[in-house]
């Protein structure tokens, strides 16, 4: 078997009154995420990760901000474009573990939700899947509830 690992890492904005799109779910919250997309930040780190472990070009390569028929996009069908396209070199995905870094709301509670989503696009279960969250102790543009970001690792193999 050929096994490979990649790392991934996003960040974005946070604005008041904005959607707050998270691992392929909408939170309840009085801030959300901006982006050119639906700013899904933990998905956007995962793709870096499987982009990068196949040795291909970063999310922004394939999605750039720049293109018009990506605004607002649903996360989600990114992940899936980079699951078809890390399959096109062979690749499958054997597990991935990740850490969302925020101050607000409370990731807990929502973390199997997000697997139960991200699962089938990745082509794996659930239990194969870690989101982890914490939050900056208050310091810097994560303790001030500016930003958030994902950092995620994947392995990925050929068999």
């Not at 799109?21 to 009085?30: A, N, P, R, S, Y």
């Not at 474009?81 to 054997?94: F, T």
Request: charged content about 25%; aromatic content about 8%.
């Amino acid at each position: 078997m050929n096994f490979r690992v990649g790392f991934g890492f996003d960040v974005h904005r946070l604005e008041q009154g904005a959607d707050f799109f998270l691992g392929g779910i909408k939170l309840e919250h009085h801030s959300g995420a901006v982006g050119h997309s639906d700013a899904d930040v933990l998905i956007h780190a995962i793709c870096d990760a499987l982009l990068g472990a196949a040795g291909l070009k970063d999310i922004g390569y394939y999605f750039p901000n720049t293109d018009p028929k990506y605004k607002g996009i649903d996360s989600k069908k990114l992940l899936k474009e980079v699951v078809d396209l890390i399959g096109q070199e062979g690749y499958k995905v054997g597990n991935l573990d990740t850490c969302l870094t925020l101050e607000a709301p409370k990731i807990t509670p929502h973390i199997e939700e997000m697997k139960k989503k991200l699962a089938p696009i990745l082509n794996i279960k659930a239990n194969q899947i870690s989101i982890k969250a914490t939050t900056n102790e208050k310091l810097g543009y994560i303790g001030r509830e500016e930003g958030v970001n994902a950092q995620a690792v994947v392995l990925i193999f050929k068999d």
